[in-house]
């Protein structure tokens, strides 16, 4: 089994994804972009940007994801989150340290020691945008899956002058902790942790502390009104899990209680996620597993094309 396979758990479980490339429009001063930016501190990250228009979409993806998670697709007829986005607007996607991309293809942004925190994904976010002109400038729209949610949230409250949208994509949330009986928050955090074989392969590979990451989120100003829209899988995590355990790339011993007790508590906690700014649309009935993005991406399309629309005629709802 691969790496990627390995790392990415049961968020995996969609099957083959197909990558396709991104439809970028060019010209002007906003060409396609790919390559690394020096974000100082002799650390340098890698982006990809296409497509022209504002405000800028960014696309933050999910733990241990690369940029190409956003030019994946299940279906090859289907197009891209990214190039669907790219036909209207400015947008860009960005490895962070440590992922590790469709084919076992490492990060090709500089290490760091690892564990992070969310904090840290923010600052590197936060230089990446503030040291590059391929992005444009903001205020941005970020569009964030899954463990990508808490960086876009944070992003949101630690700088609320440079965001002017949300489009959350099955976004982690910080409630899991308390809706989630202890034993199977303890469940959570292991199956998010790296085991010690993907360790040995890629000891810089990509691991969050995420009790001190929920605290951070807690503690976080309040996000401001924007327009956001939040997209949730409504497939049973259970038998993706089922699957994880029988193609090995999930540990065998997981507890047969912790799929169930995730299904319980996503509604609530993806609920939740929509009450963080009045007027937040929710598209619950999506026909997808975690992986919105890659299963339906014509969903996110429609989700970023809202908030882009909202943000250029001065709306605070999509």
Excluded at 79 to 101: K, M, N, Q
Excluded at 231 to 240: C, G, I, N
Aim: with cysteine; glycine share 10%; hydrophobic share 40%.
């Amino acid at each position: 089994m691969s790496l990627w396979q390995r790392v990415s758990g049961w968020f995996s479980a969609v099957g083959v994804v197909v990558l396709v490339a991104a439809c970028g429009t060019g010209g002007g001063a906003s060409e396609d972009f790919a390559g690394t930016v020096d974000i100082g501190g002799g650390r340098n990250i890698y982006l990809e940007c296409a497509g022209t228009g504002t405000p800028t979409v960014v696309f933050v993806s999910g733990l241990r994801f690369g940029a190409d998670q956003w030019t994946a697709t299940a279906d090859p007829a289907s197009t891209s989150a990214f190039g669907g986005a790219a036909e209207f607007t400015r947008v860009c996607s960005y490895d962070r340290p440590g992922v590790v991309l469709s084919g076992d293809a490492l990060s090709r942004s500089d290490p760091v020691p690892q564990p992070i925190t969310t904090t840290d994904a923010v600052a590197d976010l936060q230089s990446l945008l503030g040291t590059t002109d391929e992005a444009g400038s903001g205020p941005y729209v970020l569009a964030a899956h899954s463990y990508g949610g808490q960086i876009a949230r944070l992003f949101a409250g630690t700088h609320p002058d440079e965001v002017a949208g949300l489009v959350l994509i099955d976004a982690q949330s910080e409630e899991l902790q308390t809706l989630l009986p202890p034993e199977q928050f303890q469940e959570f955090l292991r199956l998010n942790t790296p085991q010690q074989d993907s360790l040995d392969e890629y000891p810089d590979l990509e691991r969050v502390d995420f009790e001190r990451s929920f605290d951070e989120i807690r503690a976080a100003e309040p996000i401001r009104p924007m327009p956001l829209v939040v997209l949730s899988a409504d497939r049973s995590v259970a038998p993706q899990i089922a699957e994880g355990i029988a193609n090995g790339s999930l540990p065998a011993d997981i507890d047969p209680g912790y799929g169930p007790a995730l299904d319980d508590v996503q509604p609530k906690a993806q609920e939740d996620l929509a009450q963080l700014v009045p007027g937040a649309t929710h598209v619950a009935n999506t026909n997808s597993g975690h992986n919105i993005n890659i299963e339906q991406p014509q969903l996110v399309i429609a989700g970023v094309r809202d908030v882009v629309d909202a943000v250029r005629d001065g709306r605070t709802e999509p």
